[in-house]
């Protein structure tokens, strides 16, 4: 279950023609009568040419970008960037990095700009991570990061502080925080990890510590809501293509030939679908968003079947969490959840492989050859390319911003192409490849592959398409007091 949000808690301001800006927690909004500073950055020679380098206090970017003249003005979120005040003196500050959940390229980026950002722009030079993810707060050793010590990491894979899943407590993380005396903490990771971070950041405010907490969002299957593409997709897409083209190469070599490969994507087909589109050499791209089936009319095997015919080799993709239905439960799957709760999933590449095979060579009578490419974890594992680099540099850069700002209990996020603060419990719904919007449709129309869907189907597609807006039934569960939010695809215990 998602984050169950009072009313009360949350920092809305209206406007006029339906403007409603959702902001974000300050130091002020507990702490009153805090000191503030100037910003050093006034004084710094590579900023000081910058027209209006700090932002209005009054700068906000909405969420919905495209209006009709009649529409109301909608949610609106606080624009990211440097203050003309700040709330730390550079020398109190005392910041911690961690990492949790899977990896994603850009990690070690955005690690080494948090750790340069507050050096070069801000003089702090007491930087700590934590390893090993949320239970490192309280069961590892700190190592001091420098930026002579982070200076060549963005080059490496993985975190250089180490990841993991579960190991969330809050008290005992709190406490560790609390005595080592940090004061602002950067936490980099997914849905899993904000909400980690919305109870961290609680119990830090229940105390009343002036504590900064900050999350940078990280998924590699690009399923945070809210934000436009979180960093090191546009990475694994473009590592995908290598798995895509081998299973390219196989297949056309050979007669009848299968490249099936596997891409990740738990709940979301964003990696799969954005592969598929930019390769142009894929027939078939199933994703968890969108049911399908095997035999019959319109069915998997009837459109392989026809392409094997027409083409002579096809290259089918399947995101890990498509086809999980269809599966029959296994033995091997004992473990249903990871430590975080996640849920585990059946190996639909294994599965699919061995179905195409007995279809095609027992049932069919028809010989087949099926290379089976599964690029999971090598997708993942790699450093970040340029863009994302620049990507994971600019959303490090606006996190240490905000902290120096007093601004707590956000996540930094680009919303329609501007970086903006961002509540947590915004970030923790999962985003989801909509089969009725025109991306899906490019994609089906650039496979020519069936969409597996009846008249039925569709109809019940386009009713959910038509349902109020997420805007209208968030603001009327906030007129009911309660605000639920966060996908229940996985329980947290
Ligand atoms: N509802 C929650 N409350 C507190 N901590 C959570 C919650 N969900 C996940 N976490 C913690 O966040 C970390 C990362 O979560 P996980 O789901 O594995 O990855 P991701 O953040 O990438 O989604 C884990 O250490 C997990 O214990
Ligand atoms: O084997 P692991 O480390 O649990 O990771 C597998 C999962 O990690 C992911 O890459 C991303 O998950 P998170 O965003 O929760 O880290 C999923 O696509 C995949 O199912
Ligand atoms: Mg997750």
């Known amino acids: 279950m998602g984050l169950l949000v009072k009313k009360s808690d949350l920092k809305i301001v209206e406007g006029d023609m339906g403007y409603i800006l959702e902001d974000v927690p300050h130091f002020t909004d507990y702490l009153p009568d805090l000191p503030t500073y100037p910003n050093p950055l006034q004084d710094n020679p590579a900023y000081s040419v910058v027209k209006q380098y700090f932002v209005d206090v009054d700068d906000t970017v909405p969420q919905k970008i495209v209006v009709q003249k009649d529409s109301p003005r909608g949610l609106h979120f606080r624009r990211a960037g440097p203050r003309q005040k700040v709330y730390f003196e550079s020398d109190d500050v005392l910041a911690c990095i961690v990492t949790c959940g899977g990896l994603c390229p850009g990690l070690n980026t955005v690690i080494r700009e948090i750790v ?5 722009m801000y003089g ?17 050793n700190t190592i001091p990061l420098t930026p002579k010590f982070v200076n060549d990491i963005h080059k490496r894979g993985g975190t250089i502080l180490g990841t993991s899943r579960g190991g969330h407590d809050t008290m005992k993380i709190v406490d560790n925080i609390a005595d080592r005396g940090i004061n602002q903490v950067y936490i980099i990771g ?6 980690g971070a919305s109870v961290i950041f609680e119990e830090i405010q229940r105390r009343g510590l002036k504590v900064a907490v900050v999350g940078i969002p990280k998924t590699i299957d690009n399923d945070i809501a809210v934000i436009d593409k979180s960093f090191g997709f546009d990475t694994a897409v473009e590592e995908a293509q290598r798995a895509i083209n081998a299973a390219h190469v196989e297949a056309e070599s050979i007669e009848n030939g299968i490249g099936l490969v596997k891409l990740m994507g738990r709940y979301s087909g964003f990696i799969a679908m954005y ?3 930019a390769s142009r050499d894929v027939d078939c791209c199933l994703i968890p968003e969108s049911p399908f089936y095997l035999e019959g009319k319109g069915g998997l095997f009837e459109y392989i079947e026809k392409r094997l015919k027409e083409n002579g080799h096809m290259v089918i993709v399947v995101a890990e969490g498509a086809g999980q239905d269809l599966i029959a439960e296994s033995p091997q799957s004992f473990h249903h959840a990871d430590a975080s709760g996640n849920k585990l999933l059946h190996d639909v590449g294994l599965w699919l492989s061995q179905k195409i095979k007995d279809h095609f060579t027992r049932k069919q009578k028809m010989a087949i050859n ?16 340029a863009s994302d680099n620049v990507a994971c540099t600019l959303l490090a850069q606006c996190a240490v911003h905000g902290a120096m700002a007093g601004y707590t ?3 930094v996020g680009l919303v329609n192409g501007r970086h903006t603060y961002i509540p947590f419990h915004r970030l923790t719904k999962t985003n989801k490849v909509v089969i009725t919007d025109r991306m899906w449709a490019r994609l089906l129309s650039s496979t020519n592959q069936p969409s597996f869907l009846s008249a039925k189907d569709i109809e019940e597609a386009k009713k959910v398409e038509q349902q109020p807006t997420q805007l209208l039934d968030e603001q009327k569960s906030l007129d009911d007091g309660c605000h639920e939010v966060g996908s229940d695809l996985k329980t947290w215990k």
């Open 275 to 277: 592969a598929t589109l």
């Open 190 to 195: 997914g849905d899993g990890t904000q909400r």
């Open 370 to 385: 099926l290379k089976y490419i599964d690029p999971t974890y090598m997708i993942r594992a790699i450093p970040s390319n």
């Open 116 to 120: 340069c950002g507050l050096s070069d």
């Open 124 to 140: 702090v030079n007491r930087v700590l991570g934590i390893e090993g993810g949320y239970r490192g707060f309280y069961a590892r």
């Open 409 to 411: 209990g956000f996540t």
